[in-house]
C-alpha cells in the first residue's frame, strides 16, 4: 500500500483489515522553529532541523526564492525530509498564495521614539525604540476606508499576470510523478472567507465589519473565491490533492466569534461554490483548519459540504471523542494535547488512551492539537511518535 492510499483509506474510514496493518503516521502542521532549533541541540542533524523552514522564510528577494512568492512548493520538501528523519509518513506540503498576501519586507519609518515596518502581508507593525515587541501600526485594509480594498485589488489584478498556466505548471508538475507513485499524499493550504478578511483587517475592525460594512467583506470574498476558480484550480487538475485545507480560526475559548447565520452569509457561501468543483478535479478530503471552541458550528461547516477538522484544539475545549459521537462521520487529523509530550511517557499514554476510540472507529489521523512547542524534548517526541506508530495499528478496528 503506497503512502498516499494509506493516508485516503485511513480518512475515509477503512477497516483495520483494509489498511495493510496500520493508519497513516502523520503530524498536523510544519513544525515551530523554536522546537527544531531545540531538537538540533539535542542531536538532531543540523541539516534535518534547519531545513524544516516556515514558508516566509524563502522569501529573501533573490530570484529564485521569488517563485515561491505565490507558489510555495520547494519549501515543503525540507519539511517533508524532517518528518521522515522521524518516522513520520511522507506529506508534501504545498500553499497556493492569494494575490494580495505577499508584499516586499521594508522599513516605513524610523525615529527617535519607533521604528515601523512593513512585513511580508503587508501590516506596518510598530517596535518602539528600547522596546522588544512589535505591535500593530496599521492595518492592510480599514473597513472605514474602502478605498484602501480597491486599492489592494487592483495591485491583485496586475500581480495575477504573474498566475500564467505556464508558471502554474512549473511550480507544481515536478510534484505529480511522485504523487501519482504514491510515494507521499500532498496537502494543499488555502486561506479561507474568515482568516483571510481578519488578516486584512484585523480581529476587532473586522467583527465590526460583518455588521456595518458587509459590502466590502464580500466584495473581498467574491474576488478571493474567483481566484480559487479560476487559478487554484488549475492547480488541482495537476496534482489532485490529497487533503486541501482551508485556515480560518473563527473562534475563541469561548465559541465561535460569528453566528451560525453569519457564517453562512459569508463563509459558507463560499464553500459551496468551491468544493464541488474541488471534489470533481479529484480532491480526497476538504479540511478546515481552525482553533478554539466551534462546535456550534459545526452542522453549518458539514452543510457547506466541510469533510472534517484540524487541528482540533483540545485546551479550547474540543474533545474529539465527545465531538465524534455527536457527528460519527465527520473526520479529524490532530486532537492530541502537544501540552502532554513535553511531560513525559505515562503522560504521553495516558493522552493516546483518551483518543483511542476515535482512532479505532477510523476517519481520524492523531497528530499535535497545533505545532509541537519547544518544551518538548527530542527524547519525548520521539516516543510520541513511537506510541503514535503503535496506537495506529489499531485505526479502523471498530468499524463492523
Known sequence: MTNRERERKTLDFAKQSELDGRGSIEETFYPWVLTTQRFKKEGMPADIAD?????????????????????????????????????FD???????????RRFE??????????????????????????????TEYRSVVDPDEPEQWEKLKAHA?????????????QAYAPLKEGHDRGDYSI?????????TPRELMNFEPVLYAFYDAPELLHDINDFICQVYKEKTM???????????YFNEDLSGVNGPLISPDTFDEFVGSYYRELIPMLKERGVGNVIVDTDGQFEALIPNFIA?????FLPMDVNAGMDIVKIREKFPKLKFIGGYNKLEIAKGKAAIDAEFDRILPVIRGGGY?????????????????????????????QAGADIK
Open 51 to 87: 531545513g524544516a523552514r516556515d514558508i516566509t522564510n524563502d522569501l529573501d528577494g533573490n530570484a529564485e526564492s521569488q517563485k515561491e512568492k505565490y507558489f510555495p512548493v520547494a519549501w515543503g520538501e525540507g519539511v517533508m525530509e524532517y518528518e521522515k528523519y522521524l518516522g
Open 234 to 244: 488549475k492547480v488541482i487538475e495537476i496534482l489532485q490533492p490529497d487533503v486541501v
Open 157 to 169: 489584478i496586475k500581480e495575477l499576470e504573474l498566475y500564467t498556466d505556464e508558471a502554474i505548471y
Open 187 to 195: 496537502r494543499l493550504h488555502l486561506e479561507g472567507f474568515f482568516w
Open 105 to 134: 519586507e521594508k522599513i516605513i519609518e524610523k525615529t527617535p521614539e519607533h521604528t515601523v515596518r512593513q512585513d511580508v502581508f503587508g501590516r506596518y507593525l510598530e517596535l518602539k525604540t528600547g522596546g522588544q515587541v512589535e
Open 304 to 308: 457547506a459540504g466541510v469533510d472534517g
Open 365 to 393: 489521523i492523531p497528530g499535535a492539537d497545533h505545532q509541537v512547542p519547544p518544551s518538548a524534548s527530542l527524547e519525548d517526541y520521539k516516543y510520541y511518535i513511537h506510541r503514535l506508530s503503535e496506537v495506529m495499528k
Open 90 to 100: 511522507p506529506v508534501r506540503r504545498i500553499h497556493f498564495v492569494l494575490p494580495f
